[in-house]
């Protein structure tokens, strides 16, 4: 089976790629598609951070253009969570299983199954939402367990860890002193 992961950076790509490649899936590709990432600087940094995980691990990673507005579009007047955070799921997942489909994979996923910070249910749900009406495979693996050791992977390989989780509304409500 051919398995597009959806990945929001590097550091929590290790795990769930190095867990998936020892399953059933026979090719793991990754799908960088986040336009929630502002600036586009944190946007290259976290690419670049991705791109050494993917040339250390050995695996495949589809880089699509970056268009922040579509994030804008989507998100427009909700602007809190959890509102912005559901919109934001759905569009990234949308835009992964729509490419998982029209270029032959058997399921799709995401690394924001390895967040304990994230809604962990809620992007299960939406995953499994998205799959139904696109038609095409929600693979769901709880990636939790793994995230300690990816991100002290990621730390002693000195890639690139972020403080949030790229939006600018997640960066203002973690310098709340602004």
Known sequence: MRLL??????????????????????????????????PPSEYKRRRNALAEAEARLGFKVIYPPYKMEEYFRKIVSKEDPPDRCRLCWELRLSETADFAKENGFSAFTTTLLISPYQDHGLVKDIGEAIAGKKGVEFYYEDFRKGFRASQEDAKKSDMYRQKYCGCVFSELERVKDV
Do not use: S, V, W
Request: proline share 9%; with cysteine.
């Open 5 to 38: 992961l959806h990945i929001c950076c590097g550091p929590c790509a290790l795990y769930p790629i190095k867990q998936l490649a020892a399953g059933r899936f026979k090719e793991i590709t990754g799908f960088y598609y986040n336009p929630n990432i502002h």
